[in-house]
C-alpha cells in the first residue's frame, strides 16, 4: 500500500458531468417542488375565503331566521292571549 491510501479517505475534487447533471437535476427537483407548493397554497388560500364568504352568507340567513322566528313567537304569544281572553269573556256570559 502507497502512504496515500493508509491514511484513510481522500476528497476528489474532479467534478464530473454526471454530478453536474445530478445537481441539476436535484435543483429542479427543489425548484419544481416548491412551486407546486405555491400552487396548492393558492388553491388553499382560495378555498378559505370561499369557505369565510359561505360562512358569512350562512349567519346572515341565520340571523334572519332568528329574527323572524322570535317575531313569530311574540306574534304567536298575542293570539294565545287574544284567545285566552275571548275564551274567559265567553265563559263569563
Known amino acids: ?41 393558492d388553491l ?3 378555498d378559505v375565503t370561499m369557505l369565510l364568504q359561505c360562512q358569512k352568507d350562512f349567519t346572515a340567513k341565520l340571523e334572519t331566521l332568528s329574527a323572524k ?3 313569530y313567537e311574540y306574534r304567536l304569544r298575542v293570539l294565545e292571549k287574544h284567545i285566552q281572553k275571548d275564551d274567559t269573556d265567553r265563559e263569563i256570559f
Open 69 to 71: 322566528s322570535i317575531s
Open 1 to 41: 500500500m502507497t502512504k496515500e491510501n493508509s491514511r484513510g479517505w481522500q476528497f476528489n475534487r474532479q467534478v464530473n458531468l454526471s454530478v453536474l447533471v445530478q445537481l441539476v437535476f436535484l435543483a429542479s427537483l427543489i425548484v419544481g417542488s416548491w412551486v407546486n407548493l405555491q400552487r396548492q397554497l
Open 44 to 46: 388553499l388560500q382560495r
